[in-house]
């Protein structure tokens, strides 16, 4: 509905506007475009500039493309460009040569199209160019969002259905028109109206917008009969035949309001330029019969221009300023007792179009690349876009001691978020980590969640997903490659020969100036250096003991944990031992967690330190020269992957260790059962991004900082933000607030601490537990005195999160055996040990409402302000740092350092690297650097057999004991399960 702003005529007599009227002779006749224009564009300019006030990024952008040089056009070109000026709109022009191609002219427009910082687009008409191209083809090929002309078909859809809200970006001439006429008092509702023009950039639409304003409208152009009857029946005319002064005095109906928005050039002796503009009336002798009229130029001529401007802020709008709550739309589940299969539950969901999904939470069509129709990677451009945004509440979800089964924190994560989404209607986004195939065909299976929380479809989660992992595995295998190369061609080749080798064209390239530069040689031709600088350039002379940097490759192997390599007949007899890793342990994967951006990544792989030199120097992926092609194979793995749950909350996600079962939804008893067959609940789609996948023990085991950040931006102040960390709250919880919030910036609002009754019996001198052997009784009937005993592992995490100064929730993760009493028992001592609060959750069987307590909680501890801290300051020397996560963390006496560490502290301390956080590598299943101290242990002194270095991570981790970084597959792996249905294409087996 257009409102009514203010009138601005030129009469003898002003009257009110809304005594206009068809017959009354004594009102205002012009209608002055030129004053409205003026003010429409102060108030743009006064929004802009509060607008800015609170985002002071926001700069709208035009974007004009002409083809050719037509005078008239740069006219036209040259007054959208000031108007823009002037309001505070950065308006660009694109020129384009005569000769440009449609195909060349598609593209720039799609380059304008993905580009944010772009909001509106025109392409000047008409096109001045050597080949036919069509005017609406081109049209059409603006993004719909930026068309500020309003000529694309999808805008003309919409205009044209009864049903629908009026576009936003209309055609800006008959937008202007109608502000004319709002602005001067005309009313429209019941009049009759004659357009006179039938082009679909003002005739067709100018007819529509006032049908909608319930005039009874007649579309006439220059074939039409009689044309002057029909046009003498006008109570409203609006002339745009484009044919100099056709309508005449005697066709106006006395008191008619006519609209001219012809602009044409006749000749005229008077003038300097031999002709004058006039428009489709003849004006003088017509302002004589109407009650309003307006003037060629200075009528509609300046309003086109403002609505362009004005059309050009609200896409700006649209994209910059994100609206408080997402409009979601809901999906149908139905709760089934006993509770399927998680493929079953999974297979029997419909995802919804992930464009859709995407645009209901504020993502851009240009800020997404799809993979199908069910997930999309999201490009970091739309934090760029958000930056002002201010961030929404952080949650970190970890978990005590675990079982090597897993107590289900990703699907307590996902059933929180599904909670937080549906029961109290907060914008939530779920960061998960991207599982690794290998645990996935071996015993632990995958970690999409389960039973009613779960990621969907679970099959693509847990498998190739969008082949971030198969990038990484690429990447590492590279440097892996490069290494044994360059030590082959060094010990095969003279200096001046191996020179000679790695110059192409007799110049240096990108990365081999920045290597130069870090050897401070200053030459910048090959020419330019000694004989000395050549050597020192050519030769890394890597001492082959050093090298830390194994192949990977993301299935469970055992036969490859350690292999000979060289052993063909063309390597000469250079052979030696390496062996490969797991995918998810590659150094490469806890970069792309960490990084904050492409550069930021790029300046991560350049650092990674992959052996030492023969004098102790460390060799880096920049001295090998192979750090830009690293970028290059992992541009699009740094974007994080958009997904949805069984009900619909965002979450990013990363792959995990394969030690443990981190999916947490593969309990070999079953959860509670639910009192019905069958219920139906109204679910929120929930949103989840995937992204990388770093090991728990040798690197910080997080999702990443980037999809957290996104997410972050996208839910706004009012919404939450869950995301995960590896193993229990001792490792994972620490790293993340140690490593990652360090790295990243980021302030966490609060912890919820995962817990189960059966890994609390475990704690409390329970028999062992293990994958593939059935649980003893005592995990399966109450048992109140185990249960109390064990809760001194629960008792510690909480402490240690209060030592950071973060809230801590508890999730007591329900099983079908635990009893209230057991339950209850949980929560109570939670409680006394200092939790906020204690919940039992039962998301697995219930879905959202099975969590909808926990969330109340979190919701409140998120409000609590917190005193967030670090227990170590990054330039305390490496061993007290290390000590002083034995006794804050652990709770042991302290550290003994082997004669192999002392030596590695010391080679790191002269590198440069005592400043890095300290990432320990250590067993997950117990305080100590023993799987076999459970409970909450004290008294123990923590071996530290040796300090390695993640340089491009940034962070040092020493390894308490032997830490396995290749798997291998059980007597009988998961893949006996899994089969694909030739005939409908249908996977079974995955869990």
Not at 136 to 141: E, K, L
């Amino acid at each position: 509905m257009f409102v009514q702003k203010f009138c601005v005529v030129t009469t003898k007599t002003i009257l009110k506007p809304t005594t206009w009227g068809v017959s009354t002779r004594t009102l205002a006749r012009k209608i002055d475009g030129n004053a409205v224009a003026i003010k429409l564009r102060k108030e743009i300019k006064e929004e802009i500039k509060e607008i800015q006030k609170h985002k002071p990024s926001f700069a709208p952008c035009l974007k004009i493309v002409q083809v050719g040089g037509r005078e008239d056009s740069d006219v036209y070109i040259r007054m959208k460009m000031k108007a823009g000026d002037e309001i505070g709109i950065k308006t660009e022009k694109c020129s384009l040569p005569r000769t440009t191609s449609k195909q060349e002219l598609l593209s720039v427009i799609k380059t304008l199209n993905n580009d944010n910082t772009v909001h509106g687009i025109i392409v000047q008409m008409p096109l001045d160019c050597d080949s036919e191209i069509s005017s609406t083809s081109v049209q059409n090929a603006i993004d719909p969002t930026k068309d500020v002309d309003g000529f694309s078909a999808s805008i003309a859809g919409e205009l044209f259905k009864k049903s629908s809200q009026m576009p936003s970006l209309m055609p800006c001439t008959p937008k202007g028109v109608m502000t004319l006429l709002q602005h001067s008092g005309v009313s429209v509702a019941g009049k009759n109206a004659v357009v006179v023009g039938r082009s679909d950039i003002v005739g067709r639409p100018m007819a529509e917008m006032l049908l909608r304003e319930d005039a009874t409208v007649t579309i006439a152009h220059s074939r039409t009969h009689n044309l002057s009857d029909v046009i003498s029946h006008a109570d409203i005319l609006i002339a745009a035949v484009g044919q100099p002064e056709l309508v005449r005095k005697d066709w106006i109906k006395p008191g008619a309001v006519v609209i001219d928005c012809g602009i044409n050039a006749i000749p005229d002796e008077n003038k300097k330029s031999g002709k004058r503009l006039v428009g489709d009336v003849a004006y003088d002798e017509c302002f004589e019969v109407a009650s309003a009229i307006t003037p060629v130029p200075g009528g509609v001529g300046p309003m086109t221009v403002a609505e362009l401007m004005k059309n050009t802020l609200l896409a700006a709008k649209a994209r910059e300023l994100q609206d408080d709550a997402w409009k979601l739309s809901h999906l149908q589940l139905r709760l089934k007792s006993p509770v399927p299969s998680d493929i079953e539950i999974a297979s029997s969901q419909t995802p919804k179009d992930i464009a859709d999904l995407a645009h209901e939470i504020g993502i851009l069509p240009s800020e997404m690349d799809m993979y199908g129709t069910e997930k999309a990677k999201i490009k970091d451009c739309v934090m760029h876009r958000l930056e002002d945004a201010p961030d929404g509440k952080y949650v970190v979800v970890a978990g005590i001691t675990p079982t090597p089964l897993g107590e289900g924190k990703s699907c307590t994560l996902i059933g929180l978020s599904q909670a937080l989404s549906v029961c109290h209607k907060k914008n939530t986004f779920a960061c998960l980590r991207q599982p690794s195939q290998g645990p996935t065909f071996g015993i632990k299976g995958g970690a999409a969640g389960g039973g009613y929380s779960q990621v969907i479809p679970m099959e693509d989660f847990n498998l190739h997903l969008t082949g971030d992992i198969h990038a990484i595995t690429a990447a590492n295998n590279l440097v892996a490659a490069a290494i044994d190369a360059r030590m082959f061609h060094e010990a095969t080749q003279s200096d001046e020969a191996l020179f000679k080798r790695l110059i192409k064209g007799n110049k240096f390239s990108a990365i081999q100036l920045q290597r130069l530069k870090s050897l401070g040689i200053r030459g910048e031709r090959p020419d330019d250096l000694t004989d000395d600088e050549k050597v020192k350039f050519s030769r890394l002379n890597i001492d082959p003991e050093t090298i830390t940097w194994n192949r990977v490759m993301d299935t469970n192997d055992r036969f490859l944990r350690k292999i000979t390599v060289g052993q063909a007949a063309t390597e000469k007899g250079f052979t030696r031992e390496t062996a490969f890793d797991i995918t998810v342990a590659s150094e490469l994967m806890a970069i792309l967690a960490l990084a904050n951006d492409m550069e930021d990544m790029k300046s991560r792989f350049e650092r990674v330190v992959v052996a030492s030199d023969t004098e102790g120097r460390p060799v880096t992926c920049m001295d090998l020269g192979v750090s830009g092609a690293l970028a290059v194979l992992m541009k699009d793995a740094i974007n994080p992957t958009l997904m949805q749950t069984m009900e619909g909350s965002p979450v990013i996600i990363i792959a995990i260790t394969n030690t443990i079962n981190l999916s947490s939804c593969l309990f070999i008893f079953k959860k509670t059962k639910v009192n019905c067959v069958q219920c139906l609940e109204i679910l929120t789609l929930i949103q989840v991004f995937v992204h990388a996948g770093p090991f728990a023990n040798i690197a910080h085991g997080n999702s990443s900082i980037i999809a957290d950040k996104i997410a972050l931006k996208l839910v706004g102040k009012d919404g939450f933000v869950l995301t995960e960390a590896g193993f229990g709250a001792d490792i994972g919880m620490e790293k993340f607030f140690h490593i990652k919030c360090r790295q990243s910036g980021l302030r966490p609002s609060a912890v919820c601490l995962v817990a189960t009754v059966r890994a609390l019996k475990m704690h409390g001198g329970g028999p062992k537990v293990a994958p593939g052997i059935p649980l003893a009784q005592e995990y399966k009937q109450e048992d109140l005195d185990l249960l109390e005993k064990g809760c001194s592992n629960l008792q510690r995490h909480i402490e240690n999160c209060e030592k950071f100064g973060v809230p801590v929730v508890v999730a007591v993760n329900k099983f079908e055996t635990d009893t209230e009493k057991e339950l209850e028992l949980v929560k109570t001592l939670a409680i006394k040990a200092g939790a906020m609060d204690a919940v039992v959750a039962d998301h697995w069987s219930q879905g959202s409402s099975g969590a909808d307590d926990l969330a109340a909680a979190v919701i409140q501890a998120c409000e609590k302000p917190n005193s967030f801290r670090m227990l170590y300051e990054l330039q305390t020397p490496i061993e007290e740092k290390i000590e002083t996560l034995v006794k804050e963390v652990y709770h042991g006496d302290g550290i003994e350092l082997s004669e192999h560490a002392k030596a590695d502290i010391a080679r790191y301390k002269a590198q440069g690297f005592n400043d890095l956080p300290i990432c320990m590598a250590k067993t997950h299943l117990s305080f100590s650097h023993n799987p076999n101290l459970k409970g909450a242990p004290s008294g123990f002194t923590i071996p530290i057999r040796e300090v390695r270095v993640s340089a491009g991570a940034g962070f040092l981790y020493p390894l308490l004991g032997a830490i396995p970084t290749m798997p291998g597959l059980p007597t009988r792996p998961s893949f006996y399960d899994i089969d694909l249905n030739a005939k409908t294409g249908k996977i079974s087996g995955l869990f």
